[in-house]
């Protein structure tokens, strides 16, 4: 009786777990539509970051906001840094600093928060782990058992996720949860071993992958960019298939040099930049000279494609008629960023006396002719945050 018991307890649960959802992907007939940023967001804010001879940003790589302070990763050739400004964008201080000593780094390939305990943590090329606090002080350093791509913090562990082929380099695994002194054992997880090459050779293509971050279901959105799996990782291990993406012409996984791919993203189908809100899975694809995003309505399944290409835009910004809004990553929960030239966004505002007519937020677009009333091509960017609907 007690084996039966058992049995049945495995069984209900089995049935109590909702499948993994397949998302089919086809541009050549999924429907098509236009997006519009006043039916998606619930609000949209403007930053122009500060312009300061210490903190000049050629190329934003990532954003991340905690309450009044945003943090943005930025890049250049042999010139990568972290910036800390406060949520009008004035500029505080960069944190770390470029060099070969004990606590500087040559390379910043991705950083995340500890929003409890005011502490950033960034990684380098070479394995790494760089810890500092908001005041800029460096608390300590450590090599890691792994030499990840990307990274996130989420219930006191960091998630570290290889790129694609460098999985030889922690022993045929893509994921690794680490603690962040480093003083528990890592959790190591997906084993890709039977795609482990002996090494990254030359013109290797690498695949960095994407940690995409914490999501409504207290866990970890992970998902390898040369595959079609979204997973959901806990601190613990646990490892739920969500979404797999079923892109049709899909390009083929045996893609190793990077003359392969270019030869032939010319014939099959590309995804990439995937992000998850709450309600939605956002993403694009790629198909020959032809450029597509998508929605996923999570709790619907109902699937939208807007041509890109066609439109010369993104999602639409009729909200306050400044630029369309390319989705560059989440900042926080549910809340996007997308960098903006400035002189293009005041040249948009005040291109036409009719834009205040096509913006359905009236004090939002005031607020943005403000904004750019004083720009200069010689400014840092702008960052357009827009928080989705729930």
Same mark, same amino acid.
């Given at each position: 009786m007690k084996i039966i018991s058992i049995l049945l307890l495995i069984f209900l649960q089995a049935l109590s777990k909702n499948p993994v959802v397949r998302i089919k992907v086809n541009p050549d007939t999924d429907k098509e539509t236009k997006f519009y940023l006043s039916e998606?967001?619930?609000?949209?804010?403007?930053?122009?970051?500060?312009?300061?001879?210490?903190?000049?940003?050629?190329?934003?790589?990532? &954003?991340?906001?905690? !309450?009044?302070?945003?943090? $943005? +990763?930025?890049?250049?050739?042999?010139?990568?840094? *972290? /910036?800390?400004?406060?949520?009008d964008g004035k500029f505080i201080r960069q944190i770390g600093s470029l060099g070969r000593g004990p606590e500087e780094y040559l390379s910043m390939l991705d950083f995340t928060l500890d929003r409890e305990m005011d502490i950033l943590y960034f990684i380098d090329s070479f394995g790494k782990l760089f810890v500092y606090d908001y005041n800029g002080e460096c608390r300590w350093t450590r090599?890691?058992?792994?030499?990840?791509?990307?990274?996130?913090?989420?219930?006191?562990?960091?998630?570290?996720?290889?790129?694609?082929?460098?999985?030889?380099?922690?022993?045929?695994?893509a994921l690794t949860i680490s603690e962040p002194t480093g003083k528990k054992p890592d959790r190591v997880l997906l084993n890709r071993k039977y795609l482990a090459?002996?090494?990254?050779g030359k013109n290797t293509m690498?695949?960095?992958?994407? &940690?995409?971050?914490? !999501?409504?279901?207290?866990? $970890? +959105?992970?998902?390898?960019?040369?595959?079609?799996? *979204? /997973?959901?990782?806990?601190?613990?291990?646990?490892v739920e298939p969500e979404y797999v993406i079923e892109l049709a012409k899909k390009m083929p996984r045996d893609i190793v040099t990077q003359f392969e791919y270019n030869d032939a993203i010319k014939k099959y189908n590309v995804y990439s930049s995937i992000v998850e809100t709450d309600q939605f899975l956002i993403f694009s694809v790629s198909a020959g000279k032809q450029s597509f995003i998508y929605f996923c309505n999570k709790l619907t399944g109902q699937l939208l494609m807007q041509n890109t290409n066609q439109y010369k835009q993104f999602i639409y910004n009729d909200y306050d008629g400044g630029l369309s809004f390319k989705p560059g990553g989440l900042a926080e929960r549910n809340t996007l960023y997308s960098v903006v030239n400035s002189m293009k966004l005041k040249n948009k505002v005040e291109s036409s006396g009719q834009q205040d007519l096509v913006a359905k937020n009236q004090p939002a677009h005031k607020r943005l002719l403000s904004i750019t009333g004083n720009a200069d091509p010689n400014d840092n960017p702008v960052l357009m945050l827009v928080t989705f609907r729930q």
């Open positions: 998606l967001a619930s609000e949209v804010k403007y930053v122009k970051l500060e312009t300061r001879p210490e903190c000049l940003i050629p190329e934003v790589r990532k &954003v991340m906001i905690d !309450n009044d302070r945003i943090f $943005v +990763s930025t890049y250049a050739l042999d010139d990568e840094r *972290l /910036y800390m400004f406060t949520s090599k890691l058992n792994c030499v990840p791509a990307r990274i996130t913090f989420h219930d006191n562990s960091l998630f570290l996720l290889t790129a694609w082929p460098f999985y030889f380099y922690n022993n045929g695994f090459l002996d090494g990254p690498v695949y960095p992958n994407m &940690v995409i971050g914490e !999501n409504g279901s207290n866990s $970890v +959105s992970v998902l390898e960019e040369k595959f079609d799996t *979204l /997973y959901h990782v806990n601190s613990s291990g646990k």
